[in-house]
């Protein structure tokens, strides 16, 4: 088969240097023909050197020059800077396939114009599927493209649903380790550090989304980016937590049974998948071996504790730009985490306040989505500055 063209959008994070390496396992099948980072202009350069795309973008203008001088003897690659940049390359006609592997917000513009633009989209950016699912999955259907999951438990149910085009399905069961703070109390996350935070059991990620699995926001992210790309009613998802993270996900059919696909925690392996769809491609990833995992348990998560899934799903419910009020309160309160401004459980305090002090809106644009993000990072913003406690 000839190359797929593939453009790889935050080729510098965790998603995106994993999504680099399957593609250079597999030389003959995937051509890289974009690549973009946000200010890691070393990776970035090296990457340029080693895959020769069409065009880099540098997001960080600032580092511009860094990238330009450092590639001027490469000159098949163009190099680009700024926001505008990244939703240009995203729609240029010499791909077939854009791998969004960005952070955050910033993923929706750029995916808004790959789609228009009729590439498939091999999605990680969970948040764009957040804050504009409606409308996404709308530009989907007009522009006949494919919307495949790289997330491991979409990737998960997406594989058990092959086959299955004729099927209902009753729910889907989304797995989830519980993060490094299963079982704690809330007094106990009172005090838990950023280091703590950021030692995930099972995966190695980006600092936002280990951030976001420790507080159970990633799950309730991934409950919001299921029900847009399986279609489903908020009452057919449910969420359990499965510590070994080996069981990805699973659907169960009306006839009452359940599929899962399972596989040792490798986002290889969900990527290598999105990118080769519909075949599986060979891979040397470590095989699982069953005496290594003796036993399989289950629990119900604790929402009372991690307040992040109950709100998920309520803003789920409320539909409108909801989802886009969370997503933006978490990002603000993530970050201000990350920079010690706030405490562990400040971060689903500060969602729940930007979820009733922001404008309800119940069919949003993109604009309006646009300013519900610009506002609802304003609010969190105030609330950081003054204490998030007396919501
Ligand atoms: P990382 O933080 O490791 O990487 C993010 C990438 O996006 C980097 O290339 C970064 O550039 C770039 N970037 C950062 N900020 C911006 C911005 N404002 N605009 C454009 N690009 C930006 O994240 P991950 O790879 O962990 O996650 C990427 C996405 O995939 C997230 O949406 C996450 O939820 C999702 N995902 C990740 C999984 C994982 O295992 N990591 C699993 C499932 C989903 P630079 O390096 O220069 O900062
Ligand atoms: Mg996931």
Redesign the pocket.
């Known amino acids: 088969p000839t190359p797929k063209r593939v453009a790889l ?10 999504a680099l390496d399957v593609m250079r396992a597999h030389p003959t099948r995937f051509t890289v023909t974009a690549l ?6 070393e ?2 350069i090296a990457q340029a050197r080693e895959f020769r795309p069409a065009v880099v973008v ?3 203008e600032a580092k511009y020059e860094t990238v330009k001088t450092a590639l001027a003897n490469q000159p098949e690659t163009e190099v680009l800077a700024g ?1 505008a940049a ?1 939703t240009e390359i995203a729609a240029r006609p010499d791909s077939d396939i854009v791998l ?8 929706l513009l ?1 995916t808004v114009a790959a789609i228009q633009a009729g590439k498939d989209i091999a999605l ?5 599927l957040v804050v504009a699912g409606q409308l996404i999955t709308e530009l989907v259907r007009k522009y006949k493209v494919k919307l495949l999951p ?3 438990e979409h990737s998960a149910i997406f594989q058990c649903l092959v086959g299955e085009e004729q099927n209902p399905i009753e729910k889907i069961i989304l797995t989830a380790s519980g993060g490094p703070f299963r079982g704690r109390s809330r007094t106990e996350l009172a005090t838990v550090t950023k280091a703590q935070a950021l030692k995930h059991p099972n ?8 951030i ?1 699995s420790a507080s159970l926001m ?1 799950k309730g ?1 991934e409950v919001i980016e299921a029900k847009w790309l399986f279609g489903l009613r908020d009452d057919q998802i449910d969420v359990v937590v499965h510590p070994q993270s080996i069981i990805h996900s699973l659907v169960q059919f009306q006839d009452g049974s359940l599929k899962a696909q399972l596989g040792l925690p490798d ?1 290889k392996l ?1 990527i290598q998948y999105a990118l080769g769809y519909p075949e599986r491609l060979s891979s040397d990833f470590p095989r699982f071996d069953f005496l290594a995992y003796p036993q399989f348990t289950f629990e119900q998560p604790d929402t009372a504790t991690f307040r992040n899934l109950a709100l998920s799903f309520e803003a789920m419910r409320r539909g409108g730009n909801a989802p886009c009020i969370l997503n933006a309160a978490n990002e603000v309160a993530v970050a201000a985490f990350l920079r010690d401004e706030i405490g562990f459980l400040e971060m689903s305090d500060l969602v729940e306040s930007c979820l009733t002090k922001v404008s309800y809106l119940a069919t949003p644009s993109l604009d309006d989505y646009m300013h519900t993000d610009q506002e609802t990072r304003r609010v969190a913003q105030t609330l950081v500055g003054s204490g998030t406690k007396s919501a």
């Not at 969004?100 to 993923?107: E, K, S």
């Open positions: 959008l935050g080729a510098t994070g965790s998603i995106g240097t994993q973009s980072a946000q200010s890691n202009a990776l970035l540098i997001g960080d926001v990244l969004t592997a960005m952070v955050g917000y910033a993923g750029p990680a950016n969970k948040e764009t790289v997330d491991s995966w190695d990620m980006g600092a936002k989304i280990t976001d990633n992210l986002m969900p």
